[in-house]
Each structure stands twice: as C-alpha cells, then as structure tokens.
C-alpha cells in the first residue's frame, strides 16, 4: 500500500540547533516527493521537491532534503533553525502517472526553543 | 499571481445547516483539489478534479457531500446538512500537468459545526 510515515509526531529543538525531519514512504511508482510548511491559521507551503537527478535538493528559507532510494527515505534538514521556523511540516509523495494526486504523512510539529 | 483562494475563511453554522465553501484556483491550472485537515485524520483528499471533470471522489465520506466545478476558475465544496463531526480545515488546492505534481494550497476555509 502506498503511504507516508512521519515518524515523529513533534519535535523541540533550540534556536541556532540543526534540524532534521524523517520521511519514509512506500510507493510502487517513481515518486515524486514534497515537503510543505504549515504556519498556524495557514496554508501549505511548499518547501522543496524532488523529482529526478542531484538526491540532495536545496528549498526555500535554506531547507534542503535528501532522497535515499535504498532507505526509502527523503529526509528534511536545516542547519540551524530560527525561531520563525515553529511550524507543522508535511512530507508527501506523489507520481508522474498520478499526475497532482498526493499522498501526505500526518505531520510533524516543530517547536523552537529560545 | 493571486494564488488560490477560498472563501469564507472562517463559518460556524449550527447542525443541520448547508455549508458551501468556495475555491478559486490560480489561473491557467487544469488541477484542482479538496482536501481536508483535521487532528485525528491529517489531511484527506476529498476530491480532484481535471479540466473540470471530476476524477477521483472516493474520498468524500459520504452522500451529505458534494463538489462542482462549473468552469476553470470556480469550483465549490457543498455540505447538507451539516454534522458536528465536518468541523475541520477544508482546503482547496490546484496544480498544473507538467508542472511535476506540484499542488499549490489556499488558506482553507476553518469550518465549526455546533
């Protein structure tokens, strides 16, 4: 079955810390894989994406995430996170063939200390 | 661009009561997408639609919803009657063929029945 796990519901880290949010899918298809920022009383944003070619991709407010075929993986990271960063972060997977249709995880809570 | 957008934002209606909510998807988009968000399910893909068409409504839980896509730039979410239990975020999303799945998300609309 084709999901998306999101191992850990939230997360706490200090302002200045390096982040890193796990993802791991199962998919039958080529995925495509997405990661989205959702700020309170907001929309999904969408932070980064992969599709083909370099694993490690760069996104916007200095996201990057790497695919790992092997690990079934495409974790997110930032070097150091700025307390603006408090968010819910989504990953998602999606293919050519099912062109728009996304599948979600649940979700992971980041909150930053000062 | 204007992005996506939905109204109303935010609608408490009393049981029984038909909701209607409302989505503009950006322009030139030939997706469009119904989801929604709450804390026990994550988000739910409710419906998607291609070049007005409805593709995929499996996820629309039950007969008490629908959707309509009368033309390009308009579609709406219609609930009746209203349960307590359709309290969540509804949001409205489009995307465009060759843009690599790549969905864009409005706001969502914050719906409370009592």
């Known amino acids: 079955a084709q999901s998306v796990t999101q191992p850990d519901i939230h997360i706490t880290v200090s302002e200045g810390a390096s982040l890193e949010l796990r993802c791991n899918y199962s998919?039958?298809?080529?995925?495509?894989l997405f990661w989205y920022v959702q700020s309170p009383g907001q929309g999904l944003q969408l932070l980064l994406k992969?599709?083909?070619?370099?694993?490690l991709v760069q996104g916007i407010k200095g996201f990057e995430a790497e695919f790992k075929r092997s690990q079934s993986s495409f974790n997110l990271r930032k070097p150091s996170v700025h307390w603006s960063d408090a968010a819910e972060y989504f990953c998602?997977?999606?293919?050519?063939?099912?062109?728009?249709?996304?599948?979600f995880g649940q979700g992971t809570t980041l909150q930053v200390k000062p | 661009d204007a992005g996506v957008i939905q109204s109303p934002r935010h609608e408490v209606t009393e049981m029984g009561q038909e909701v209607t909510l409302r989505c503009k998807p950006i322009?030139?988009?030939?997706?469009l997408f119904w989801y929604r968000q709450t804390m026990m399910r994550g988000l739910e893909l409710l419906i998607y639609?291609?070049?007005?068409?409805?593709?995929?409504d499996s996820g629309m839980p039950e007969d008490r919803f629908s959707a309509k896509m009368p033309n390009a730039s308009f579609s709406t979410l219609k609930i009746q009657p209203s349960e307590p239990r359709d309290s969540a975020v509804y949001f409205c999303?489009?995307?465009?063929?060759?843009?690599?799945?790549?969905?864009?998300f409005g706001e969502g609309s914050w719906l409370t029945v009592v």
């Open positions: 999303a489009s995307s465009l063929v060759g843009s690599g799945n790549t969905i864009y």
């Open positions: 998919y039958g298809a080529t995925p495509y």
């Open positions: 992969y599709f083909s070619g370099d694993t």
């Open positions: 998602a997977v999606g293919s050519l063939g099912n062109t728009g249709k996304l599948i």
């Open positions: 322009s030139g988009h030939d997706y």
């Open positions: 639609f291609n070049n007005n068409v409805p593709i995929d």
